[in-house]
């Protein structure tokens, strides 16, 4: 399936509209019903979204994993909340960045069924998820290094502000003491809302 | 005196002769002038009210972003092309920048007037600047605040033949934390927040925080603007908390900076005859790259760029064609988790990369661009930023990159990381050449875009302008905007001291009009 690229000047961050009836042609197109709810529910490691569906929850936390990998020594994005605290973090958002996620949420999960693959992105293997994510990020298609992109974006930075990713990063931390604050988007935020 | 959201219970009504909307560098500056000139003046800032004294600026990223920026760190164009930096708090965007000091160029201040702005002349500027670095302790940094990044670039720029200057900085007293863009915790900075506007509540003005204004009022049959309606909004949630404000004034000040001005001009349903409302929005965007030393760089220590070079902020063309320049070069200061974010790639590859960072060296350029975007309203209020690099911004930008890979291999770089989506690396200075072709635009690469401007227009053809060289809207008298919305081109270096002075002639127009 291809795009006519437009001037980019009119489309949405992350060019919402052709994202989302990208996504619901791919689903009409493979027949594609209901989302199965245990598949879903299994990959939301106990974690309960605010804004977004459990679907969406469930293939961001999988791109998380993908995106960041595992690393030796460092938490993995379940222990870090990444994905519980990027949808935190767009409950508070205003403009277009909640239906922007989730209409890339939704192309991630079903533009492979564009290509050779018969398995959403979310039922994939580790190896053929990456070559799915690598592939997006080359892509000519502005929609798609977009789509790429912005999950990575949240993903990378919601990731290494836990202070537990920092010494890998060489960072020595703040040279203050943390202070709350009730419109952040840290763990001590998910917790006080729990 | 400032009052914070959390404080206001019930709508209020207040009268007073000057209300400015935001308290930035314009904003700040206007209220200064008009309250050390005997006016009653009220500010209202959108964002909240923060302090180094309460503990507020904890230096984490996360929270300070959420603290002070105006989209949380993570508003863009609609093409994901740029990042939009601008600030949300008490003391606007100066509380979260680089403290880089520069008077508008003479150049520059010649192009304006050609644009048709007056009263804003090289010498007519000159007595304002200079008042205006006293007043933030303007000066060259001390060389004990370069970091090694710093002292890099002034290597390698002396090899290649350039000049490396001093880049004015408004600190006093600054312990060299690192940590100037998630909001100085040590007052250290001189924003406006330490500045200029206790400056205007000492001379007697009043701050609403947490205060977002909904619509500029007029007075019916004149049109003449005659104050505004607000609301005050729940910090937690950035919702509106309940109380209501309405300002009735002799003169309204439109200082909310090049992103939210325009928005707020059609929120009010404002006329826009000359149909420049929101248009040629400069962003200032920002390439860089990426480069691994042998040596530990440490990018995110001591103060942001010290040292830069002047020597390409002209743009060079021969027979009509570009050649090169039209930006500032800097050596870039970007903190641990950005650099995370940045790099390309992805899982084994990127941890790789990321656990090298504090031999990761950068250099970026303020790209001084003339194709402008746009800013419009959604259906449902909401603003949308359009924006494309083009022409010959495209040009100045590759040519930026260019210049940058050869100081960062000149400088004992081993490699150079492009932060575009494919991952583009660099081996050596025989590379370079690949910048020439690499797609830079479309969202393949994200810019930072931290000195919005231009978008209501100064200019004393009101058919092409939307304000005068008064500073008062063409079509709204009484409404004055004091921020870089007015500027007809970018100031082509930072414009914190070029928003300030101008925001000073607005102040004294307005002096002169209310007395």
């Keep these: 399936m291809t795009r006519q690229a437009t001037g980019p000047s009119r489309r949405g961050f992350l060019m919402l509209g052709g994202a989302a009836a990208a996504s619901a042609a791919i689903m009409g197109l493979a027949g594609i019903a209901a989302p199965g709810g245990e598949h879903y529910g299994a990959l939301l490691n106990g974690e309960v979204p605010q804004v977004l569906s459990e679907k969406e929850l469930a293939v961001l ?5 993908t995106l960041v990998g595992p690393i030796p020594g460092l938490p993995s994005i379940y222990e870090t909340r990444t994905p519980a605290r990027i949808d935190r973090e767009l409950s508070l958002s205003r403009g277009t960045l909640l239906s922007d996620m989730k209409a890339s949420l939704l192309y991630l999960e079903y533009s492979p069924l564009m290509g050779i693959s018969l398995s959403r992105f979310s039922s994939m293997g580790a190896q053929e998820r990456e070559a799915h994510l690598r592939a997006l990020s080359r892509s000519e298609d502005p929609l798609e290094r977009a789509i790429y992109n912005g999950v990575r974006f949240l993903v990378f930075f919601f990731y290494y502000t836990d202070p537990r990713t920092w010494a890998h990063l060489g960072y020595e931390g703040p040279q203050m003491p943390a202070k709350f604050f009730p419109a952040g988007n840290r763990i001590e935020n998910l917790e006080a809302l729990s | 005196m400032i009052r914070e959201g959390h404080e206001i219970k019930h709508d209020l009504r207040e009268e007073v002769d000057v209300v400015i909307i935001g308290s930035g560098c314009g904003g700040a500056a206007a209220a200064k002038h008009l309250a050390e000139g005997g006016l009653s003046v009220l500010i209202l800032e959108k964002g ?18 959420a603290r002070i920026d105006g989209g ?19 003391g606007g965007a100066s509380v979260h920048y680089w403290a880089d000091s520069w008077r508008l160029p003479e150049d520059r201040a010649r192009i304006y007037e050609e644009k048709g702005v007056s009263g804003h002349e090289h010498e007519v500027l000159a007595p304002i600047f200079d008042e205006i670095e006293k007043d933030h302790n303007v000066h060259p940094a001390d060389p004990v605040y370069r970091n090694r990044m710093n002292e890099l670039f002034i290597e390698a720029g002396g090899r290649l033949g350039w000049h490396i200057e001093d880049v004015p900085q408004a600190r006093r007293g600054c312990v060299a934390s690192g940590h100037c863009y998630q909001g100085c915790s040590y007052d250290a900075k001189q924003s406006q927040l330490v500045t200029y506007v206790p400056a205007a509540l000492k001379a007697g003005a009043r701050l609403y925080a947490d205060c977002e204004v909904t619509a500029i009022t007029r007075e019916p049959g004149t049109g003449r603007a005659s104050g505004v309606s607000a609301r ?7 919702r509106p908390a309940g109380p209501k404000l309405e300002v009735k004034a002799r003169a309204v000040v439109l200082a909310a900076g090049g992103y939210a001005s325009p928005v707020i ?31 530990e760089i440490y990018l995110w220590h001591n103060i942001p760029a010290a040292v830069g070079t002047s020597d390409f902020r002209l743009p060079r063309y021969e027979n009509g064609r570009y050649v090169e320049g039209g930006y500032l070069l800097h050596p870039n200061q970007i903190q641990p988790e950005f650099l995370a974010v940045t790099l390309p790639g992805f899982g084994g590859a990127h941890a790789g990369l990321v656990a090298q960072l504090p031999r990761l060296g950068s250099a970026v350029a303020w790209i001084d661009d003339e194709h402008g975007g746009e800013v419009t309203l959604r259906e449902d209020g909401t603003p949308s930023y359009h924006y494309a690099l083009q022409g010959d911004d495209v040009l100045k930008a590759r040519d930026a990159l260019k210049k940058q890979a050869q100081l960062l291999f000149e400088s004992g770089a081993r ?12 081996q050596g200075p025989e590379e370079i050449a690949q910048l020439d072709t690499l797609e830079i635009q479309n969202g393949a690469m994200l810019f930072a875009a931290p000195h919005p401007a231009g978008t209501l227009r100064m200019g004393d053809d009101p058919s092409r302008a939307v304000v005068a060289s008064t500073h008062e809207a063409h079509e709204v008298p009484g409404l004055y905007v004091a921020d870089p919305s007015v500027f007809p081109l970018p100031p082509s270096v930072d414009p914190s001291l070029t928003i300030m002075a101008f925001s000073v002639i607005a102040a004294r127009n307005i002096l002169s009009h209310l007395a």
């Design chain 2, 72 to 90: 949380r760190g993570l508003d863009t164009s609609t093409n994901g092309e740029l990042a939009l930096m601008y600030g949300n708090c008490v």
């Design chain 1, 61 to 65: 936390s999988v791109a998380a994993e």
């Design chain 2, 48 to 65: 909240g009210y923060y302090t180094a004294a309460r503990g507020d600026f904890d230096q984490l990223s996360d929270n300070m972003l």
């Design chain 2, 265 to 295: 001009w059609m929120r009010s349903g404002l006329p826009n005859g000359s149909g420049e409302v929101g248009r040629n929005l400069f962003t200032n965007p920002n390439p860089y790259l990426y480069a691994l030393y042998d040596e």
């Design chain 2, 415 to 426: 490699e150079i990381f492009v932060p575009d989506s494919a991952g583009t690396r660099l």
């Design chain 2, 232 to 238: 005050f909004l729940d910090r937690a949630t950035g």
